[in-house]
């Protein structure tokens, strides 16, 4: 029998990605489609988004805070 709990482990979908980052499901949705979060894998209406590239959007998406200045 297939279980998908165990074979989707390396994948995460838009509404979890959507909670995690606090955005909107559909604003997630438009960050694919726009090649931001690539690549995503899309099965009829569900999208999955391998955790590789979702910890390389957010590692370009981080801001870090500017090093103050030496006084």
């Not at 995460?12 to 995503?40: F, H």
Request: hydrophobic share 40%; net charge positive.
């Amino acid at each position: 029998m297939f279980d998908d709990s165990a074979s989707l482990t390396g994948y995460a979908r838009i509404s979890e990605v959507a909670r995690k980052l606090g955005l909107s499901d559909q604003t997630v949705r438009n960050l694919i489609r726009r090649g931001e979060i690539a690549p995503a894998v899309r099965i009829g209406g569900l999208y999955l988004i391998p955790r590789p590239t979702l910890e390389s959007y957010l590692e370009r998406a981080t801001v870090s805070a500017p090093e103050r200045a030496a006084a």
